[in-house]
């Protein structure tokens, strides 16, 4: 499922990324966008609360 993301945002097929990030305390992640192409964005918004945080990234261009 994540390449199929990681494809759609190679191909310029997206306008926006909304992420829900929550912060895990213990433990590894996965890096959500390795291996894809890097894209320039920009933040448009965030809504950030004492446990998650909400952004938005347009592309640049």
Do not use: E, F
Request: charged share 15%; proline share 7%.
């Amino acid at each position: 499922m994540l390449g199929a993301r990681c494809s759609v945002l190679g191909a310029g097929l997206v306008d926006a990324l909304t992420l829900h990030l929550a912060t895990v305390v213990r433990g590894s992640g996965a890096p959500l966008l390795s291996g894809s192409v890097p894209r320039p964005l920009v933040q448009r918004r965030a809504t950030v609360t004492s446990t998650v945080a909400h952004p938005t990234h347009c592309d640049a261009r």
